[in-house]
């Protein structure tokens, strides 16, 4: 591995990590399960991850306006 992976790589991965971290929250859960039915620990993961690789419009908008997410589940 090349010694500039070395250090963007794990950059990278604390980055994604603080973002899924941000993401995990009753908004994002309750817009998941809104449009997906019922969303398992493991499934939400994957839904943070699919919202995350949408860009930073998307990340930022869940939890800006947890309104737009529909009623609870």
Partial sequence: MPSSSKKVL???R???EA???RLFSWSAGDAA??????VSDDFFGDVRAWIIRHGRAAVDR????????????
Avoid at 33 to 38: D, P, Q, T
């Fill in 62 to 73: 869940i939890p800006a306006d947890p309104g737009r997410t529909g009623p609870r589940c």
């Fill in 14 to 16: 604390d980055r994604w």
């Fill in 10 to 12: 794990p950059a990278f």
């Fill in 33 to 38: 399960c809104v449009l997906l039915g019922f």
């Fill in 19 to 21: 973002v899924a971290d």
